[in-house]
């Protein structure tokens, strides 16, 4: 396996691996919510608010698979951003990040408790839920500490799992839909179709995680911006083709908790039911597995860059993992997972992704113009409109975020800027 630049790690992870990885990631947490929750705030128009994020993202994806086929190192966006607008940016950026994926983590891991007290209530509430998250992260934790290497394996067997799981549930579901549930009485609100959106670009969010631990890919260069491509397209198809299951057989869409389970229930009777309670239980693992993965290579990149303390760039010897960065962050996305909520998590995470994601889009004319880089090996056609349209279009979905969410994030953000002076004062390395 070939040794990469940054100390200790190897680059076990294959073309296959990492394609996977993404599709791993982004099947998720929000294909498992969202759907009820879409079609509370616009009803059957929520097909169109999928298409609209979808697009949305496609072009973020266009501008991220230029910038990153530059690169070949650990850190993802952290990496983009530092090169392109310096080391504060870059810090902020790879500060904000890895709390979104702590957010993310949290958001999904009560969402998975929601889904095991399908089979065990006692789990839902209180110390039950507290034990599972807690044998969950742990569990996640080993797994990734013990090698790269294996977390991929484990996560393409993950992958795997999900994709003909719910590919099943909605190839299935079609043959049983009402027709007359889709109905468009009246064009919803501009607040609402905006909120929509900006709730599932989280859902089709997942390849900008994939990318940080590329100091680990095999070729990344030409890997990531292809796999950046097959991902979304994939997703695209299943998740549009699962809320047209939704609300064609679950006539109380709006109400329910676990809209996949009930749908299935409703088409398939109780062993229906059942089966996709257990999919979406593995859905909601595999994508705990991958953040788990790929959160403590972003704070790694930083340590290596020397923007956190040092000690986060430790490499164990005989599994080749970063192993401190591993265990801290375990330790605090059980926190947080503990204390949150799933859509509280969610909201916050986009908010964060849509801020590093219009930076990103902004780099890529900036870039263009660098000679001390290596070159692209992926050129989007117009990519200076491409890459406005897309900058634009984040901000205009971060103008509609809700005040606590964006409070939070200005107040992660300002702690961000403390850190960032304490380091260059040398007072916490």
């Not at 299943?238 to 109380?252: D, M, R, S, W, Y």
């Not at 590093?356 to 200076?384: K, N, S």
Request: net charge positive; with cysteine; aromatic share 12%.
């Amino acid at each position: 396996m070939e040794a990469t630049r940054e100390a200790g790690l190897v680059r076990a992870i294959r073309p296959f691996d990492f394609i996977a990885l993404i599709i791993n990631i982004t099947i998720g947490a929000g294909i498992l919510g969202l759907p009820a929750k879409i079609y509370t705030l616009v009803g059957t128009y929520s097909l169109l608010a999928y298409a609209v994020s979808a697009a949305v993202v496609t072009l973020i994806i266009l501008c991220f698979a230029e910038v990153s086929s530059r690169f070949s190192g650990t850190g993802g966006p952290y990496l983009y951003t530092r090169a392109a607008f310096g080391p504060l940016v870059g810090f902020e950026v790879g500060w904000l990040f890895w709390v979104s994926r702590i957010a993310s983590f949290a958001s999904i891991c009560n969402l998975f408790v929601s889904y095991a007290a399908f089979f065990w209530p006692a789990v839902g509430e209180g110390w039950g839920r507290i034990a599972v998250i807690t044998a969950l992260v742990g569990i996640l934790a080993a797994i990734n500490y013990i090698g790269v290497q294996q977390s991929a394996r484990v996560s393409n067997v993950f992958t795997i799992s999900k994709v003909l799981a719910i590919g099943s549930f909605a190839v299935v579901g079609l043959f049983y839909m009402d027709a007359n549930a889709f109905t468009f009485p009246q064009t919803p609100g501009y607040p609402a179709f905006s909120q929509s959106v900006l709730l599932l670009i989280f859902t089709f969010s997942g390849f900008d995680v994939a990318a940080i631990p590329s100091g680990e890919v095999q070729q990344p260069q030409r890997t990531v911006p292809i796999a950046l491509l097959i991902a979304i397209g994939t997703v695209a198809v299943l998740f549009i083709a699962v809320q047209l299951v939704c609300i064609g057989t679950l006539p109380n869409l709006a109400s329910s908790e676990r809209p996949l389970a009930d749908a299935a229930q409703r088409f398939l009777g109780p062993a229906g039911g059942l089966a996709v309670a257990v999919a979406a239980l593995v859905t909601a693992l595999g994508t705990l597995h991958a953040l788990m993965l790929t959160g403590p290579r972003l704070l790694f990149a930083m340590a290596e860059q020397g923007q956190v303390p040092s000690f986060l760039a430790t490499v164990h010897p005989r599994f080749k993992t970063p192993h401190t960065a591993i265990l801290l962050t375990a330790a605090l996305k059980l926190a947080l997972a503990v204390s949150g909520t799933f859509i509280y998590a969610l909201t916050l995470s986009t908010i964060i992704r849509l801020s590093y994601f219009a930076l990103i889009c902004a780099a890529l004319p900036i870039l263009r113009r660098r000679t001390d880089l290596d070159r692209a090996t992926f050129i989007v056609p117009a990519g200076w409109v491409i890459a406005i349209l897309a900058a634009g279009l984040c901000v205009w979905l971060l103008a509609n975020s809700s005040w606590r969410e964006a409070r939070d994030v200005g107040v992660a953000a300002v702690i961000g800027f403390v850190l960032y002076g304490l380091m260059q004062t040398k007072l916490v390395r």
